[in-house]
């Protein structure tokens, strides 16, 4: 059973980090594109961040670049989200997406960012 789980979430004030992690299970991982996507409330989920199967290949959103980071180790299934100088409109559920061609897509269950002082 393929699963993606995703930690790191929390409550952060203004300006600070947070690191999110995504790891995978029951999927070669490194055969898997892997994307960050956020879904503030009212709101359509966005492409945050996408990484490419041995990540050479990073792709950020305007809103994020210069903030955001991702990154993958393909050793331990995972890849992260480096999110720093956080706003309040970085506040939304986040989820990992793992893609390839000709294969079905997963998504994690979400982690929830709140940027508030």
């Known amino acids: 059973q393929v699963q993606l789980v995703e930690s790191g979430g929390g409550l952060v004030q203004p300006g600070g980090s947070l690191r999110l992690s995504c790891e995978g299970s029951?999927?070669?991982?490194?055969?898997?594109?892997i994307g960050w996507y956020r879904q503030a409330p009212d709101k359509e989920r966005e492409l945050v961040a996408s990484?490419?199967?041995?990540?050479?290949?990073?792709n950020l959103a305007d809103s994020v670049k210069g903030r955001f980071t991702i990154s993958r180790d393909n050793a331990k299934n995972t890849v992260y989200l480096q999110m720093n100088s956080l706003k309040p409109e970085d506040t939304a559920e986040y989820y990992c997406?793992?893609?390839?061609?000709?294969?079905?897509?997963?998504w994690g269950q979400g982690t929830q960012v709140t940027v508030s002082s």
């Open positions: 997406k793992a893609w390839a061609v000709g294969r079905r897509i997963y």
């Open positions: 029951g999927l070669t991982f490194s055969d898997y594109i």
């Open positions: 990484i490419g199967r041995i990540g050479g290949s990073t």
